[in-house]
């Protein structure tokens, strides 16, 4: 199994000092951040992307592009690429020059992300949420069948004919998973396509999806692919430090405030500390706690769902301490990663 890290960048006062983490600053702790990761073993970063004033990762492609010139051996990943609102021309483009840049170390997650700000900024209608996806997918899996010549016609874009799409990626194809959330649709379809699942927890009990694993595994063999190549991932948030308190009493903070947010923003009002202790407990969705705790969650989890390929700790926190994040990051690759290689 692949242990990764997700990050999206988002702002940061810290909880311990009260300081302001500015833009220019946060940035350079990313990169600071993914270099350290790649040093300690860690798998696959990769950057989100949201239009929002609390997050700076409205440009993944740039961000891992900076990190691809900065790193050796990690595989650099987005989380996720927005690509309803995104030309699957230019996506390509982007990640096959990540893909140079990093000497084949470039990887896409592609899906409809939790935010809708997108939709206005760039001029579409959330009323084509699902059309734009299915057409943009169509035409992205159209490219790298065969980015020298691409012939296509659909929705929502002007039409391909022949069309090479260019520059050529080291990898062919470059690896790209559908990103997917709770949509039993999105499973399926992920099945079908064959292309490896990466879903998306961050509240409730991870088994509760082993249903819809079940079928995205069930759609794929239906479709005449090899289950065993219909690799499913796991992208839930977290946070290692070197004892369980320790890491609780960093991540709460952060959690409560961003969650927080999103609630108020969402009508369904502000989760509390026991949600918090529940989703950080044996069962929950985020991995909170030392190396040995995370190591053996991450066990259970790819248990509860049948076998993981990819576990990604999503660790953004609007109010950790850049030290604390380098710790976390340093454990979870020099610690976490070899104790679920070696199942112990």
């Known amino acids: 199994m692949q242990i990764g890290i997700d990050n999206f960048v988002s702002a940061v006062v810290e909880y ?37 004033a609390e997050f700076y990762d409205s440009a993944p492609t740039v961000l891992l592009g900076a990190a691809a010139a900065r790193t050796e051996r990690i595989r650099l990943t987005s989380a996720v690429s927005v690509l309803s609102a995104d030309d699957p021309v230019r996506l390509h483009q982007q990640f096959a020059t990540i893909d140079l840049i990093s000497g084949g170390r470039a990887e896409m997650v592609v899906g409809r992300g939790s935010f809708t700000e997108a939709f206005p900024l760039f001029g579409l209608d959330l009323q084509d949420y699902d059309s734009l996806f299915a057409a943009k997918l169509d035409l992205l899996l159209r490219i790298r069948e065969n980015p020298s010549s691409v012939t296509w016609s659909g929705a929502h874009r002007p039409s391909l004919r022949g069309q090479g799409v260019h520059p050529m990626p080291v990898q062919d194809p470059i690896p790209m998973w559908l990103g997917v959330g709770g949509s039993p649709e999105s499973f399926i ?50 946070l290692v430090a070197d004892t369980d308190d320790e890491a609780v009493a960093a991540a709460y903070p952060g959690w409560a405030d961003l969650f927080g947010r999103i609630g108020r923003e969402r009508g369904f009002g502000a989760p509390g500390r026991a949600e918090f202790d529940a989703m950080a407990g044996p069962h929950g969705a985020m991995f909170v706690g030392s190396p040995q705790t995370v190591a053996e969650k991450i066990a259970r989890v790819s248990d509860d769902l049948g076998g993981l390929a990819r576990l990604t700790v999503q660790m953004t926190n ?19 990663a070899p104790h679920v290689r070696q199942g112990r």
């Open 189 to 238: 379809r992920a099945g079908m396509l064959g292309l490896p699942l990466m879903v998306a927890i961050i509240g409730g009990e991870p088994r509760r999806f082993r249903p819809l694993v079940d079928l995205y595994r069930q759609a794929g063999e239906r479709s005449g692919f090899d289950p065993s190549q219909l690799p499913v991932g796991v992208h839930a948030p977290g």
């Open 318 to 336: 609007t109010k950790l301490p850049h030290d604390a994040m380098l710790r976390g990051i340093e454990l979870l690759g020099s610690e976490v």
């Open 16 to 52: 311990d000092t009260g300081r302001e983490i500015g833009a220019r600053q946060r940035v350079a702790h990313l990169l600071e951040e993914v270099e350290l990761a790649d040093r300690s073993g860690v798998d696959v970063y990769g950057i989100g992307e949201h239009h929002r």
